[in-house]
């Protein structure tokens, strides 16, 4: 497995480990009486990246390409196969559109630190996003991604990063990190 896909795993599953502490400290800060009730968006977001991240293991050490194969000659028996050009096209503008409002309704709610974990998710959902629209295969997209083979794990990284930022800045606030640096 190369050392890019192996980062990718590790910065998904950090993401998701700081998203369940971020849970964890949320509902400890709600028997303290400070707001926490963000706590059930950080441990889906924890769910999510740690999900994610398993899933590009198993793929990573090709566990899964039998799947594939099943999936198609599924559709083939059933008769899904031969039209699947026009679902494809709807499936991802429809993907595309709904990461793009989940990123914007993220942006909208970042100044609300409760609600700040959906910014979170806006960035988890471009991870999930751009696998879906893989996994949806649509030439023109196959073609794209064969040309740019950086992309994906580009992206990934992305959102790894910006959800792993998110949580840092609530743990922070919530004190978390008081105990370690004296900070306030």
Known sequence: MPEFKLLNIAALLIAGLLGAWAAWACSRARLRGIPGSDAPGWAVLAAMFALYSQIKLVRGLGWSDRLGDWLRTLAKDN?????????????TVAVVF?????????????RDFIKRYRLAIGFASLAAGFAIIRFISLHEVDAWNAATPWAGPLVELIAAGGASAVAIARLHQLGEFDWRWGSG
């Not at 196969?81 to 679902?87: D, I, K, L, Q, S």
């Open 98 to 110: 709904a990461v793009a409002v989940i990123v914007l309704f993220g942006v909208l709610w970042m």
């Open 79 to 91: 008769g899904l196969y031969a039209g699947r050009r026009e679902f494809q096209i709807i499936a």
